[in-house]
C-alpha cells in the first residue's frame, strides 16, 4: 500500500502525541523499582511469602519491611506491623518521597510511631535532588563517621552496589570511623541526629530530622 503525503503526516503526529502521553510514564519508576533498588543496597530479600500468604516487601536478617509511596503512609504502618509479627522481625517502613510536599507523610508517620510507641524502625527515599544532602566532587575522598549519640545501626553502601559494604550495630556515643570512596555513596542511619559526617575534613553535616534515613553524597 502506498500512502500519501497526507497520511504520513497523520500517523506522524500520533507518534507525537503518544510520546507526549507517555513521556510521564517513562519519567516515574514504579513502586517496585525502588523495592529492588533498597533491598540490593541493604542486602534484603524481596516478595517474600508470609504463613498467612501476604508478602513481605523486603526481608532482612533484622528487618521486615514494606514499601510504600508516601502518601500510602496510613497502610504502610498495618503492613509492617503485621510482616513484624509474621516474621518475628522488628518492623520497617521505607517511604518513598516523590517531590518536598511528601515530607508531611513522612513527619505525620514519625508522629504516630512516637505517640503510640509502636516498634517500627523507618526508612525514607527521595526520588527529587536534595542540594542539602549531596554534592559533586573529585574522587577519591575520604569519609568520617562519629557518633555524638548512641546509634543503634549504621549502613554504608556505594551507590548502585548490591550489597552492604560495611554495617555497624549498636554503635556508642564518641565513636569513630574513616573510609575511602571511590564512588557515590549513601550512609544509613537509625539516629541521624546522632551521626557527624565529614567528607575529606572539610563539609561536615548533622541531621537537624530526628530518627532513621540517609545521608547521600556524591550523585
Request: hydrophobic share 40%; glycine share 8%.
Amino acid at each position: 500500500m502506498v500512502l500519501g503525503r497526507g497520511s504520513l503526516h497523520i500517523i506522524d503526529m500520533k507518534i507525537v502525541l503518544f510520546l507526549l502521553l507517555a513521556l510521564p510514564l517513562f519519567g516515574k519508576q514504579s513502586e517496585r523499582y525502588y523495592q529492588e533498588k533498597f533491598a540490593r543496597e541493604i542486602g534484603g530479600q524481596v516478595e517474600v511469602v508470609m504463613k498467612d500468604g501476604t508478602r513481605c516487601d523486603i526481608l532482612t536478617a533484622t528487618h521486615a519491611i514494606e514499601v510504600d509511596f508516601a502518601k500510602k503512609w496510613a497502610e504502610a504502618i498495618g503492613q509492617s506491623l503485621n510482616y513484624g509479627m509474621q516474621t518475628g522481625k522488628k518492623a520497617g517502613i521505607l517511604l518513598i518521597l516523590e517531590k518536598p510536599s511528601d515530607q508531611k507523610h513522612l513527619n505525620r508517620t514519625r508522629d504516630i510511631i512516637s505517640n503510640l510507641n509502636l516498634d517500627i524502625t523507618i526508612y525514607e527515599m527521595r526520588t527529587f535532588e536534595d542540594l542539602s544532602q549531596s554534592s559533586k566532587k573529585e574522587y577519591p575522598f575520604k569519609v568520617t563517621l562519629k557518633a555524638v549519640g548512641n546509634i543503634e545501626s549504621i549502613i554504608l553502601t556505594e551507590i548502585g552496589q548490591p550489597k552492604v559494604l560495611f554495617e555497624y550495630q549498636e554503635v556508642k556515643r564518641g565513636w569513630s570511623v574513616e573510609h575511602n570512596f571511590s564512588k557515590p555513596f549513601r550512609c544509613f542511619s537509625s539516629s541521624r541526629e546522632n551521626l557527624q559526617i565529614s567528607v575529606n575534613s572539610e563539609f561536615k553535616f548533622n541531621a537537624k530530622e530526628k530518627g532513621p534515613g540517609d545521608f547521600t553524597w556524591g550523585i
